[in-house]
């Protein structure tokens, strides 16, 4: 049944990835100079990739990555993302992005 699930899941990135694959890039270029706009825009796509991939409400991959660790795949992912974010955001990207979500919006 795990593997089902983690199955569904990358699925699930996958397709989304495919489909937010240009505008990422795009705002991603915008987001590194500084575009508070582009950087907004990014996270309201993890959000709702998240949300399409899991039907969770306002979270962010990261922060449901980092609140579901105990769970060998999430924790896996959760290391892949925080390697991945570390150049730009540093070290335990996961558990900030958890910390400040729960914070501001009451998770």
């Known amino acids: 049944m795990a593997a089902l699930k983690a199955l ?3 699925i699930g990135y996958i397709l989304c990835g495919l489909l937010f694959i240009g505008p990422f890039i795009i705002l991603s270029v915008f987001a590194l100079f500084g575009s ?5 825009s990014l996270y309201s796509i993890d959000i709702a990739i998240c949300s399409i991939c899991h039907g ?3 979270e ?9 660790s105990h769970d060998k795949r999430y924790h896996y992912q959760m290391r892949v993302i925080d390697f991945l974010a570390k150049p730009f955001d540093g070290a335990n990207h ?4 958890h910390k400040w979500e729960r914070k501001v919006i009451n998770l």
């Open 56 to 58: 969770t409400k306002l």
């Open 36 to 40: 508070v706009w582009a950087f907004n």
């Open 94 to 97: 996961c558990k900030r992005a």
């Open 60 to 68: 962010s991959i990261s922060a449901r990555s980092f609140r579901l």
């Open 8 to 10: 569904r899941t990358l």
